[in-house]
């Protein structure tokens, strides 16, 4: 029995993982078109006020050599807690305390089995659908770009 605890933990924590990291890197103005479609009115109370902060983001030189710091990155915290008790947290890149807030509160949401399957498959699923086409997009701009380099072997 601990077993199956233990997987479904780890399947939740998973699926919480992409759902946080689709909701920190969609635009505010599709998570709330999406948010308004499904005309949901939750009550939430703050745990921690939105709050903008800056973090070290780090590189490593072609995806898999040693760490360095490449720089640092303003992101935006909150924390809410739902009526019903369950709480949620979002990270977000930038300075928007209005879409930190909203990716808290889906996050709380998306942990609620009531709500999960009309959030997941009517905002989430989207939002990724999304977030894929602009990475095809940039992968074929950059494809576009590559220069392919080559010696040549001089006569002997």
């Known amino acids: 029995m ?6 479904k933990n780890r399947t939740t924590e998973i699926n919480r993982r992409s759902w946080l990291s689709i909701l920190a890197k969609s635009p505010l103005s599709e998570i ?19 709050e903008i ?8 030189t072609g995806g898999n050599g040693k760490a360095f710091n490449l720089g ?11 009526k019903n008790g369950n709480a949620g947290l979002s990270y977000v890149q930038g300075r928007s305390k209005k879409q930190a807030e ?20 009517n905002l989430i699923t ?13 992968s074929k701009k950059a494809a576009n770009t590559k220069v392919n380099f080559f010696t040549m072997a001089r006569g002997h």
């Open 126 to 138: 989207p939002l990724k659908e999304t977030l894929e086409k602009l990475r095809t997009q940039r």
């Open 72 to 82: 640092e990155m303003t992101i935006t915290r909150a924390a809410v807690r739902l």
């Open 32 to 50: 709330q078109a999406l948010w308004n479609k499904l005309e949901l009115n939750p009550e939430w109370e703050l745990i921690r006020k939105p």
């Open 53 to 60: 902060g800056m973090v070290m983001v780090q590189g490593r």
């Open 102 to 121: 909203l990716c808290a509160v889906l996050d709380a949401m998306l942990q609620t089995p009531a709500s999960h399957s009309q959030i997941f498959n």
């Open 2 to 7: 601990k077993h199956a605890n233990e997987q």
